[in-house]
T-cell receptor
Framework: LAKTTQPISMDSYEGQEVNITCSHN???????ITWYQQFPSQGPRFIIQ???TKVTNEVASLFIPADRKSSTLSLPRVSLSDTAVYYC???????????FGSGTRLLVRP | NAGVTQTPKFQVLKTGQSMTLQCAQD?????MYWYRQDPGMGLRLIYY???????DKGEVPNGYNVSRLNKREFSLRLESAAPSQTSVYFC???????????FGPGTRLTVT
């Protein structure tokens, strides 16, 4: 299983774009990259998933370089409600053993 | 659709007591999961069930047992609770078509 490394915490201000990078140097060919968001006292919530290049949805964008050894979650124009912990998860599409890393604690200030 | 439901929401146990945490999903997902989350920490996988009738150990299975009762229900049992098992327990199921996990609201367990 690919090990992931993320910054422990990040600070931002309302209206800014936030980029959170996850390092996964030993990613395997059939691994997908998935990001989750967790608010205090709630279970994590799926944000976005990708395999290569760029994926965008109504919430975020996910950038994956050609070597796939890292990925960047981009949150455009964050608001106070984006304050949460963000987890990067790397696993094969066929795997059921889904292990979360420590996550990145994002604090958005007014 | 209720999604993933967990009972109870809160529980206080004394050391050595036993209890079962219940989880159910109504999304017809095959795979289900139990995680624990200690204060200020990330989630750790306890057990998972790829399909009805199968269960496998995760990262931290010691002190726990699970039962996949049917496709909808996946329970977690603490046979002899210890203070180290004080945590928030999350159940999840996964949509295999898009590999997305759906989490329940959690059970907050305190062992004194």
């Amino acid at each position: 299983l690919a090990k992931t490394t993320q910054p422990i915490s990040m600070d931002s201000y309302e209206g800014q774009e936030v980029n959170i990078t996850c390092s996964h140097n030993n990613i395997a060919t059939n691994d997908y990259i998935t990001w989750y968001q967790q608010f205090p006292s709630q279970g994590p919530r799926f944000i976005i998933q990708g395999y290569k290049t760029k994926v965008t949805n109504e919430v975020a964008s996910l950038f994956i370089p050609a070597d796939r050894k890292s990925s960047t979650l981009s949150l455009p124009r964050v608001s106070l409600s984006d304050t949460a912990v963000y987890y990067c998860l790397v696993a094969p599409d066929s795997s059921y053993k889904l292990i979360f890393g420590s996550g990145t604690r994002l604090l958005v200030r007014p | 659709n209720a999604g993933v439901t967990q009972t109870p929401k809160f529980q206080v146990l004394k050391t050595g007591q036993s209890m079962t945490l219940q989880c159910a999903q109504d999304m017809n997902h095959n795979s289900m999961y139990w995680y624990r989350q200690d204060p200020g920490m990330g989630l750790r996988l306890i057990y998972y069930s790829a399909s009805e009738g199968t269960t496998d150990k995760g990262e931290v299975p010691n002190g726990y047992n699970v039962s996949r009762l049917n496709k909808r229900e996946f329970s977690l049992r603490l046979e002899s609770a210890a203070p180290s098992q004080t945590s928030v327990y999350f159940c999840a199921s996964r949509n295999e078509m898009v590999y997305e996990q759906y989490f329940g609201p959690g059970t907050r367990l305190t062992v004194t």
